[in-house]
């Protein structure tokens, strides 16, 4: 039987780095695969998706600007990097039988829908997958923004951020060991911890509109349709 859910629209970030595996770089497509299949099973549960991916993989726009190169040039570099996240998440998904449009905040027409709001609330009622794409379409921003941004404008009840732990810790859980796991932390504690959940930009436009962020792992099999059955470990920010 498929679990229920309060849910009915979710925000799903993931950043560029949980498509590459264990290649340091770039894009792993089994692991692509996988993340698909996570999303599949939310789908199923009839939950309308979103999608934000970040491009960390591929290109940082901050990296490219400390070795020289100038500033909103490398961000726009950034920007492109998750559009190839993207197309690469929508080939795994349709894979799967699920309708995935890839929407760019980039105008590039020939790859990918331009982000046109009523659109893309069209394509979600219609139950297909909606990855935005390109972040803000601005530099000096991130996909956190992004998908802040986007969740907002779409109307998603909450941002689920899958990173690689089950939940927003006072210290770094790999490192130390008797690291505490937040069961829920509040936007201003997020901000004054620097406990590292989102970019300050990103917590604050959360805040401002009353937006959670559940921050889960990604690497748990099943964890992302447990969470939004009720099940799990994660952390709410809010
Ligand atoms: N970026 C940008 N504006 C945005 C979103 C992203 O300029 O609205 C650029 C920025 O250079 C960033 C890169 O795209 O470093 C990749 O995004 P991000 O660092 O958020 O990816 P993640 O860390 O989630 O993989």
Redesign the pocket.
Known sequence: PIPTTKFKRVMLKI???ALMGDQGFGLHPPTVERIAREVQTVQQMGVEICMVI????I????QGSAQGMERTT??YM??L??VMNALAMQSALEELGIHTRVISAITMNEVAEPYIRRRAVRHLEKKRVCIFAA????????????ATLRANEMACEAIFKGTKVNGVYDKDPVKFADAKRYEKVSYDEVLAGHLGVMDASAIALARDNSLPIIVFSLDEPGGFRGILSGQGTYTTVG
Do not use: K, Q
Not at 135 to 146: I, L, V
């Open positions: 950043s560029g780095e970040g491009g960390g993989n290109f940082r726009g901050l490398a961000d950034g920007m990097a998750t972040g803000t379409g601005n530099p000096y921003f991130t996909t956190d923004t992004a």
